[in-house]
């Protein structure tokens, strides 16, 4: 099986985003992962070419310093890698779509994409439906349990408080991954090292044609969200802090 | 008056209450005309609903095998769009209002945002989360109509009740998809999920085991159509499953009112509830950091504090 991985290289969950100018951030400071649900598609993908045989190709649209995420992607057990380097924070995830087609398309026939269920800085939920939709391909995501065979994906989704639903799609075909699906492996010494050696194509959008100025859509502001200033504490028994409490939730806050 | 469509979601043949917060969002006070789109065959039984909130327009959308291809359910708002003339489409970002939105935004080529707490559709802009919560972005959608769902509980529900009529709407779109939903496994619990409610009540670690979230459960039914979360550690334990976690890598809620007991206060939770509108923490360390970031705090033991609370809402 040929499976592309598409993997975002993006800002640990827990760093501190400092805004800079009007739409932007300071990356130098912040450390930069894996997109976490992206680690569920690279295991996913890993788990079923070490059982079916095949390559796993992790592919990158990020700047330089992606490279390090990617070695960590392979690492995990890809096989090699594929960069298209951009300079700016924020690409458009149509465009970003369009730059993952034309790479994949240039390296090969896919028999499975796998990607994340979205990506934990732009929270953008859509890339995957947009490379589908441009490779003409049946598109499942949030996927949290998956058996491929026979020219088949059989996954399944939640579809609220619990209740899932089980969807089929013909092979080849797109599918994003979900906290459930897996558990991500830890890579061990060797493996990291043996990643360091693995080939990593790299490519500009214009070596692919694509121009970034077709964007539709734009990030005009980001602002940080005001933190809370601390809570007021209730003091007394216990039974008279809940009173007190339930009082405040009703009358107050007006939110019972 | 622009016409803004907005995709109702009615789930076990009850129409999910989020629902009234978009169509809130949609009117813009009354600015825009709103056609709610039932795909459920429920326009009639859900017309009175919908139009107590400003929708005057009840489509009742069918299609040849609509309920088991979301690709179908994506064609047929596109539909909609050419059909109504819209110039906005909003939905719920629940599980199936993400999913159509992106496969409805991919097949039209139109950019959309999802999860979004804020929509102007004369701008063209929405205010959405990223960095998981930290920072909010204004985002301007460059295209003819304006594609976004919508965090459920982000808009409060205005009653502005309107005359209304449905409109049968049976576009000629071709075949399903290739993808298609063949099951559904209900949980069979009649749990409501944890994006729609309005008021939640979590517990993290110290829950000790999956038994112990019945006092949580007690407490969810005296505060009223309250659901039960959990923080990633107890789901890890495997005191809950991973249907009830919140947070960065579970669920995205924005209720009334969160409730959060025995929760350190971490980045990742916090990512997934830190829009609710009102925070209580109830915990035993009084240096905890989640009373750095809530509004009411009471230090003490989860296992005699919440059983108060519970004992405390029931008077009355
Ligand atoms: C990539 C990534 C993604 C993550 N995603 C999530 C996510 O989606 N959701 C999530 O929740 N976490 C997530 N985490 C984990 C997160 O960082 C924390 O580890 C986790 O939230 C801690 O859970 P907790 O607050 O229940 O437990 P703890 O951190 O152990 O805190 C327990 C708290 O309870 C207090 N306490 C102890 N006993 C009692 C008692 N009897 N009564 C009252 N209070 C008591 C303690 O003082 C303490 O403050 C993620 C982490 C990473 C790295
Ligand atoms: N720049 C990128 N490079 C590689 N993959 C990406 C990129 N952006 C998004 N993706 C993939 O698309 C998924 C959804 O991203 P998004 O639509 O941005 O939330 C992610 O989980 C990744 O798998």
Same mark, same amino acid.
């Given at each position: 099986?040929q499976?592309?991985?598409?993997?975002?290289?993006?800002?640990?969950?827990?760093?501190?985003?400092?805004?800079?100018?009007?739409?932007?951030?300071?990356?130098?400071?912040?450390?930069?992962?894996?997109?976490?649900?992206?680690?569920?598609?690279?295991?996913?993908?890993?788990?079923?070419?070490?059982?079916?045989?095949?390559?796993?190709?992790?592919?990158?649209?990020?700047?330089?310093?992606?490279?390090?995420t990617m070695?960590?992607?392979?690492?995990?057990?890809?096989?090699?890698?594929?960069?298209?380097?951009?300079?700016?924070?924020?690409?458009?995830?149509?465009?970003?779509?369009?730059?993952l087609?034309?790479?994949?398309?240039?390296d090969?026939?896919?028999?499975l994409?796998?990607?994340g269920?979205?990506?934990?800085?732009?929270?953008g939920?859509q890339?995957?439906?947009?490379?589908?939709?441009?490779?003409n391909?049946p598109?499942?995501?949030?996927?949290?349990?998956?058996?491929?065979?026979?020219?088949?994906?059989?996954?399944?989704?939640?579809? =609220? %408080?619990? #209740?899932?639903?089980?969807?089929?799609? $013909?092979? !080849?075909?797109?599918? /994003? @991954?979900?906290k459930?699906?897996?558990?991500?492996?830890?890579?061990?010494?060797?493996?990291?090292?043996?990643?360091?050696?693995?080939?990593?194509q790299?490519?500009?959008?214009?070596?692919?044609?694509i121009?970034?100025? =077709? %964007?539709? #859509?734009?990030?005009?502001?980001?602002? $940080?969200? !005001?933190e809370?200033? /601390? @809570?007021?504490?209730?003091?007394?028994?216990?039974?008279?802090?809940?009173?007190?409490?339930?009082?405040?939730?009703?009358?107050?806050?007006?939110?019972? | 008056?622009?016409?803004?469509?907005?995709?109702?979601?009615?789930?076990?043949?009850?129409?999910k209450?989020?629902?009234?917060?978009v169509?809130?969002?949609?009117?813009?006070?009354?600015?825009?005309?709103?056609?709610?789109?039932v795909?459920?065959?429920?326009?009639?039984?859900?017309?009175?609903?919908?139009?107590?909130?400003?929708?005057?327009?009840?489509?009742?959308?069918?299609?040849?095998?609509?309920?088991?291809?979301?690709?179908?359910?994506?064609?047929?708002?596109?539909?909609?769009?050419?059909?109504?003339?819209?110039?906005?489409?909003?939905?719920?970002?629940?599980?199936?209002?993400?999913?159509?939105?992106?496969?409805?935004?991919?097949?039209q080529?139109?950019?959309?945002?999802?999860?979004?707490?804020?929509v102007?559709?004369?701008?063209?802009?929405?205010?959405?989360?990223h960095?998981?919560?930290?920072?909010?972005?204004?985002?301007?959608?460059?295209?003819?109509?304006?594609?976004?769902?919508?965090?459920?509980?982000?808009?409060?529900?205005?009653?502005?009740p309107?005359?209304?009529?449905?409109?049968?709407?049976?576009?000629?779109?071709?075949?399903?998809?290739?993808?298609?939903?063949?099951?559904?496994?209900?949980?069979?619990?009649?749990?409501?999920?944890?994006?729609?409610?309005?008021?939640?009540?979590?517990?993290?670690?110290?829950?000790?085991?999956?038994?112990?979230?019945?006092?949580?459960?007690?407490?969810?039914?005296?505060?009223?159509?309250?659901?039960?979360g959990?923080?990633?550690?107890?789901?890890d334990?495997?005191?809950?499953?991973?249907?009830?976690?919140?947070?960065?890598?579970?669920?995205?809620?924005?209720p009334?009112?969160?409730?959060?007991?025995?929760?350190?206060?971490?980045?990742?939770?916090?990512a997934?509830?830190?829009?609710?509108?009102?925070?209580?923490a109830?915990?035993?360390?009084?240096?905890?950091?989640?009373?750095?970031?809530?509004?009411?705090?009471?230090?003490?033991?989860?296992?005699?504090?919440?059983?108060?609370?519970?004992?405390a809402?029931k008077?009355?």
């Open positions: 099986m499976i592309y991985v598409c993997v975002k290289h993006v800002p640990d969950t827990a760093a501190n985003i400092k805004i800079a100018g009007e739409n932007g951030y300071n990356d130098s400071t912040c450390k930069f992962i894996a997109n976490p649900y992206d680690e569920y598609a690279i295991e996913a993908a890993v788990q079923l070419v070490e059982k079916q045989g095949g390559e796993v190709v992790i592919v990158t649209v990020g700047p330089e310093a992606a490279l390090a070695r960590g992607a392979m690492a995990m057990g890809a096989h090699r890698g594929i960069l298209v380097k951009v300079d700016g924070q924020f690409l458009d995830s149509d465009i970003t779509s369009q730059a087609k034309a790479a994949i398309e240039k090969g026939a896919p028999d994409i796998l990607m269920k979205g990506a934990v800085d732009t929270e939920f890339t995957q439906y947009r490379l589908a939709a441009a490779m391909l598109v499942i995501n949030e996927v949290l349990k998956l058996t491929v065979d026979g020219g088949k994906a059989v996954a399944e989704r939640e579809i =609220g %408080a619990g #209740s899932r639903e089980v969807l089929e799609a $013909p092979t !080849p075909c797109v599918l /994003g @991954a979900t459930g699906l897996n558990e991500p492996r830890y890579p061990k010494f060797p493996d990291i090292m043996k990643a360091k050696k693995k080939a990593v790299q490519f500009t959008l214009a070596d692919l044609g121009d970034a100025a =077709g %964007a539709k #859509s734009e990030l005009l502001k980001l602002e $940080p969200v !005001p809370r200033s /601390g @809570a007021k504490i209730l003091e007394g028994s216990t039974r008279d802090r809940v009173v007190e409490l339930v009082r405040i939730l009703r009358e107050e806050e007006k939110v019972l | 008056m622009a016409n803004i469509g907005v995709l109702i979601e009615i789930e076990g043949g009850e129409l209450a989020t629902n009234f917060g169509i809130t969002a949609a009117s813009e006070q009354g600015k825009n005309d709103v056609y709610a789109i795909m459920e065959g429920a326009a009639e039984a859900v017309k009175d609903q919908l139009s107590a909130y400003g929708a005057g327009k009840i489509v009742a959308a069918d299609a040849d095998g609509l309920a088991a291809s979301p690709d179908l359910q994506a064609a047929v708002l596109g539909a909609a769009i050419q059909e109504y003339s819209l110039v906005g489409l909003v939905g719920l970002a629940s599980a199936r209002g993400r999913d159509v939105f992106a496969r409805l935004a991919a097949a080529g139109l950019p959309m945002a999802a999860d979004c707490v804020a102007d559709f004369a701008a063209k802009t929405v205010q959405k989360s960095f998981s919560g930290k920072t909010v972005a204004t985002i301007r959608l460059d295209a003819e109509v304006v594609l976004a769902t919508i965090r459920p509980n982000a808009i409060e529900p205005v009653n502005a309107v005359e209304a009529e449905v409109l049968q709407f049976a576009p000629a779109v071709s075949g399903p998809g290739r993808v298609s939903i063949v099951e559904a496994k209900l949980s069979g619990s009649d749990k409501m999920d944890l994006t729609e409610a309005g008021v939640i009540i979590t517990g993290g670690r110290p829950i000790g085991s999956a038994e112990n979230y019945k006092i949580l459960e007690e407490c969810a039914a005296a505060l009223g159509s309250a659901a039960v959990a923080s990633r550690a107890a789901v334990a495997g005191f809950a499953p991973h249907s009830m976690q919140v947070g960065q890598t579970g669920k995205t809620v924005s009334k009112l969160y409730i959060g007991c025995g929760l350190s206060g971490s980045v990742q939770h916090f997934g509830m830190k829009t609710s509108k009102v925070i209580v109830i915990n035993t360390d009084k240096d905890a950091p989640i009373f750095e970031k809530c509004d009411y705090g009471i230090i003490g033991d989860l296992f005699e504090v919440v059983p108060a609370l519970t004992e809402l008077e009355k």
